[in-house]
């Protein structure tokens, strides 16, 4: 049972969305996503994509996924935000995840970035652990801010 990884297609957004509702489901948030698979094709295979992403897959079935793009810091410029990252639970703790992650750090090699940074829910131990095994700095003292499109329309 070997995984492929490669980059993914528009052909894949539908396996994507899936993926990433089970994300959500697994993080208690399954009402909070709101993206549909037209606004995936639009806002990633346009004249200006805004994201990326890799997919892992078995015997061409597809069982996990990184999601990622690319952001700006003032302080020290370009680096690569892993939005989403997830295997399918049937093949967690497979060593598929530690291929998908290595292949966003080859990336991230490639493409000269400054850092790979992501966000993980503090209660998800797992994922932490993960973290930990590339030494990651996990910073508890920065909290994430956003407004949303309702609060947008509002202002």
Same mark, same amino acid.
């Given at each position: ?46 004249? &200006?994509?805004?994201? !990326? ?6 015997? /061409?079935? %597809?069982?996990?996924?990184?999601? #990622? ?44 970035? &400054?850092?790979?940074? !992501? ?6 131990? /797992?994922? %932490?652990?993960?973290?930990?095994? #590339? ?21």
């Amino acid at each position: 049972m070997e995984a492929k990884i490669r980059k993914g297609t528009k052909l894949d957004l539908p396996i994507i969305l899936d993926l990433i509702k089970e994300l959500a489901e697994l993080t208690h948030a399954l009402d909070k996503v709101s993206i549909t698979l037209e606004d995936l094709e639009n806002d990633g295979f346009g004249n &200006n994509p805004s994201y !990326w992403f890799l997919v892992a897959e078995i015997d /061409s079935k %597809i069982i996990g996924m990184a999601f #990622y793009y690319i952001r700006y810091s003032t302080w020290e410029g370009k680096y690569l935000f892993l939005e989403d990252f997830v295997v399918t639970e049937t093949y967690r703790n497979k060593g598929i995840g530690t291929k998908l992650f290595g292949s966003i750090i080859k990336i991230a090699k490639q493409m000269n970035m &400054n850092k790979v940074m !992501w966000e993980v829910l503090s209660w998800n131990t /797992s994922a %932490i652990q993960f973290y930990k095994k #590339y030494n990651a700095q996990l910073d508890d003292e920065w909290i994430s801010g956003k407004l949303s499109k309702k609060q947008l329309d509002k202002l």
